[in-house]
């Protein structure tokens, strides 16, 4: 095993995407030392394991991280491979120190610090952010007779391209965007249904995630200032008209059916008993943040999640974490939205590595 714990790290970042790159660029601009810490084989975070057509729903100039803006894509919206060549690019701007692939498996306490964990070696810090996303942990709802289907299940995180479903009958789950983006591919091959179990709520055309950023902005604000607003129409969970999901609109492809009850092995009971016989399921159901690495320091709760204030953990005050949703700051799992919550983490821990020194 290679040691890396001759030194003291003053932070230990653990996860090398989005969210990472975001607290590194403030630390960057402070005394403080720290590491990057990747599970993966190269940069891009969660994007590399995208669908091939994967678009993000902002223009690049509202997909950016801090200090330099991602640059413009021909067509508008940035693909997936726009987005892991500008992380790439970024990494290699600031030289951030990151090893890679290293996967943590734990972080224990010890006096004065904390202790990271990984089948390759292990790193002391005086703080660390853990900023490992969802992506590595597919929510799939439990059905009953799900074990006894003989067809193809899989999770939005394994699905590659639509040829692989040509001519056979799917369905897929989910109304959020990577359900709506999915089905306009797939419908073009195959048979193929939109469970959602409620009806989806598209967005109006002029409206991307610049506006929804702008709104979850807002409505950070009134929360910082003590008020309450209306929540606007709009959420990032509705469906925004992507070109895509246009052109599905315009084949009149974009209806939805409600949930099935149960698996058959060859397809799927519906709430008025009736049977449809389905090869492949795709579900598109959304993610849980991947803290597995944290449940030796017992401060994941049974919903999965931490309890924090801001994003620093209530019980384990050197434990930051950053990006996995609205728990960890309004709209902290999107490119633009973890700037917030990026700069606020990087302030609070140089505050509290430089009092523990005082």
Not at 21 to 32: E, G, N, S, V
Request: aromatic share 10%.
């Amino acid at each position: 095993m290679k040691a890396h714990a001759e030194r003291l790290w003053d932070v230990v970042i653990i996860g090398g995407g989005q969210a990472a790159l975001a607290t590194a660029y403030f630390l960057r601009r402070t005394d403080l030392s720290f590491i990057i810490l990747d599970a993966e084989q190269g940069a891009g975070g969660a994007w590399r394991h995208g669908w091939d057509s994967l678009r993000l729903f902002s223009p690049a100039t509202w997909s950016s991280i801090p200090g330099w803006m991602m640059p413009p894509a021909q067509d508008g919206y940035p693909s997936r491979e726009h987005v892991i060549d500008y992380l790439t690019q970024y990494e290699a701007r600031y030289q951030f120190p990151i090893e890679r692939p290293v996967r943590v498996t734990s972080v224990e306490r010890l006096a004065g610090a904390l202790h990271v964990h990984s089948e390759s070696g292990h790193w002391d810090a005086k703080a660390v952010v853990s900023a490992t996303g969802t992506w590595s942990n597919p929510n799939i709802p439990a059905y009953p007779g799900a074990e006894l289907f003989r067809g193809q299940q899989l999770h939005s995180a394994v699905y590659v391209e639509p040829q692989a479903f040509s001519g056979k009958r799917v369905l897929v789950v989910g109304g959020g965007n990577s359900g709506a983006q999915i089905l306009a591919e797939v419908s073009k091959v195959a048979d193929a249904t939109w469970v959602t179990p409620t009806d989806p709520v598209f967005l109006p055309d002029d409206v991307d995630g610049r506006v929804l950023f702008e709104r979850a902005t807002e409505r950070w604000k009134a929360q910082m200032e003590g008020r309450v607003i209306e929540q606007p129409v709009g959420g990032l969970g509705d469906v925004v008209m992507v070109p895509p999901v246009v052109e599905a609109r315009e084949r009149d492809v974009l209806h939805a059916v409600r949930p099935f009850v149960r698996f058959t092995p060859d397809g799927v009971v519906w709430a008025d008993g009736s049977e449809t016989a389905v090869d492949a399921v795709i579900w598109c159901t959304g993610f849980k943040p991947a803290l597995g690495h944290l449940v030796s320091l017992g401060v994941v709760t049974e919903q999965g999640r931490v309890e924090v204030e801001g994003t620093r953990s209530v019980s384990e005050p050197r434990l930051w974490l950053v990006g996995y949703g609205e728990w960890t700051g309004s709209a902290s799992a999107t490119l633009i939205g973890v700037i917030r919550t990026a700069r606020s983490t990087a302030a609070e821990i140089e505050q509290f590595v430089v009092k523990a020194e005082a």
